[in-house]
C-alpha cells in the first residue's frame, strides 16, 4: 500500500468513526488495566458482563486485593483462564499499592513488571488511558494489516514496528482502535465484508474479489 493510500485508508476510517475507543468498559485507569487483561482469549462483551458485577464492588487495587483470588474468581469465573488471570490481577494489584501509590504506571517498562501484562495489554492502557500513540497488535490488526497491505509483518511485533512506522502521524493515536473495528466487524477472518468495506479500493488483498459481491 503506497503513502497516498494509507492516508486515503485512515481518512475514510476517520470519517466514518471521529473518536474510536475500545468497547471494554471502564471508568478508570485501573479498571482498564483489569478488563484489558481479562480480555486476553476472551470476548470484550463477556468481560464487560463480569467487570459491570465486579466494580460495583470493587474497581480500586485495595478493594479487589481484599477479595482475595477466590473472591475474584467469583467474579470473572465465566471467563477463560480465569484461575491464572484472578492470581495475576491479586498480584498486580498487591505491587500496584506497594510500588506505584497505588496507580497505574504510564511507562511501558512499569507496565510490563505486572504479572500478566505483555506488550499488547500495555499498548493498550498507553494508549486509551494515556493517549500514547502505541499499537497494540491482536489478532484483527494482525489479520487487517498482512491482508490489505497496509503494514505487513510475519510477527505481531514485526506489525506493530511496521505500522508505527507507515500509519500518519496526525492520525496514529487512533489507528489502533479503528483497525481493531475494521478487522472485528468488516475485514473479519471468515467471510469478510468486502462489498461494505469503506477501504476497498485502496486494499491490496488478491482475493478481495471473491466476497466483494454486488451491494
Not at 501509590?101 to 486509551?128: C, F, I, M, W, Y
Not at 491482536?138 to 514485526?158: E, M, Q, Y
Amino acid at each position: 500500500m503506497t503513502k497516498a493510500q494509507r492516508e486515503v485508508f485512515f481518512e475514510r476510517l476517520s470519517a466514518l468513526n471521529p473518536h474510536p475507543t475500545t468497547e471494554l468498559k471502564f471508568s478508570t485507569p485501573f479498571e482498564l488495566l483489569v478488563a484489558v487483561t481479562l480480555s486476553a482469549q476472551a470476548t470484550d462483551v463477556g468481560v464487560n458482563k463480569a467487570t459491570e458485577k465486579l466494580f460495583k464492588v470493587a474497581n480500586t487495587p485495595e478493594a479487589i486485593l481484599a477479595l482475595g483470588v477466590e473472591g475474584l474468581k467469583k467474579y470473572i469465573k465465566t471467563i477463560g483462564l480465569f484461575n491464572n488471570k484472578a492470581k495475576n490481577i491479586i498480584a498486580t494489584c498487591q505491587i500496584l499499592i506497594d510500588q506505584h501509590q497505588s496507580e497505574v504506571p504510564s511507562e511501558r517498562d512499569a507496565l510490563e513488571a505486572l504479572p500478566g501484562v505483555g506488550r499488547k495489554t500495555a499498548n493498550v492502557v498507553l494508549n486509551t488511558a494515556f493517549g500514547q500513540p502505541t499499537m497494540a497488535v491482536d489478532t484483527h490488526i494482525f489479520r487487517v494489516s498482512n491482508r490489505t497491505g497496509l503494514a505487513p509483518g510475519k510477527t505481531p511485533l514485526a506489525v506493530e514496528k511496521a505500522l508505527l512506522k507507515r500509519v500518519p502521524e496526525h492520525y496514529l493515536l487512533n489507528a489502533h482502535h479503528w483497525l481493531i473495528l475494521h478487522g472485528r466487524y468488516t475485514c473479519k477472518a471468515r467471510n469478510p465484508d468486502c462489498a461494505h468495506c469503506p477501504v476497498i479500493d485502496v486494499c491490496r488483498w488478491k482475493d478481495k474479489k471473491k466476497y466483494h459481491k454486488d451491494k
